[in-house]
């Protein structure tokens, strides 16, 4: 199975932010070091700055990050607004080099404060019978089916798929019931953008796939508070970390700005 489009237009954000300019550089800084940052757990990537990119998986950073993430109250509709339009500001030549329009600030940040909530539910859900959070065992599994998941052999293999080649998924790990959850709260939220890949998904996945049901073993833990700006973690993060965080930022947003 190929990658989805979400998560290749996820990758070549992530791709293209690893070299990012001064401008946008020091504009997510800014973000990052603020305490209006505590909702996105940036802290939480410090351990990626430190590790050997060629050879180390960020799953298990990956993993803490979402952990913290999702006890974490949401992001308000004002910290989402104030990290697009830094973002659209200070790295508008990243986020056009990957084909993602700057020119309409105000449609984007209506696009990510829509999206937000559904992406951060999909971004949370666990699978009680492992208790695991789905996307740390979606990329176990893809990890096992690939190669090592490090920020190099992640470039790797969006560049691979970019360029036409296929990456060969197995339909346990493309068909589960985490998968199924996600695909689910998906359509649930926009079920004419979903609607259209139902006919594909059931062909691969099954009709049961498509049911609108939940599986059982599948749970929603995102935290249903909103953050205030009254902690400040975020300021003690590091150099390489805000980088990270940085390319993080730009990753993300790419997907609302090719959406939008």
Known sequence: MRFTPVILI??????????????????????????????LNLNALVSLALSNSSSTS????????????????????????DVVT????????????IGASTSNTAALITAVQEAYPTVRQIACLK???????CLTETLTGIQSATTTLSLTNIVGLVTKVMSGQTVSIPQN?????????????????????????????????????VNGQMPT??????????????????????????????????????VFALLA
Request: overall charge negative; glycine content about 10%.
């Open 10 to 39: 996820a990758g070549a954000g992530f791709a293209a932010a690893q070299t990012l300019s001064t401008q946008c550089e020091s504009g997510l800084a800014a973000i990052a070091g603020s305490s209006e940052a505590s909702c």
């Open 58 to 81: 960020v799953i298990p950073t990956v993993n803490t990050w979402l952990t913290g993430l999702c006890s974490t109250g949401a992001c308000s509709n004002q910290t989402l607004s």
């Open 86 to 97: 830094n973002i659209t500001t200070s790295c508008a030549t990243e986020l056009q080099s």
């Open 127 to 133: 699978d009680t019978s492992t208790s695991t959070l």
């Open 173 to 209: 790990v493309t068909c589960s019931d985490c998968s199924k959850a996600a695909y689910t709260v998906a359509a649930q939220s926009f079920p004419s953008l979903v609607g259209d890949a139902q006919s594909t998904v059931s062909g691969e996945c099954g009709a049961d796939f």
């Open 217 to 254: 073993d599948v749970q929603e833990t995102a935290s249903n508070t909103t953050s205030t700006s009254a902690t400040g973690g975020a300021s003690a993060l590091s150099v390489g970390s805000l980088n990270l965080g940085a390319a993080l930022l730009v990753g993300v947003s790419s």
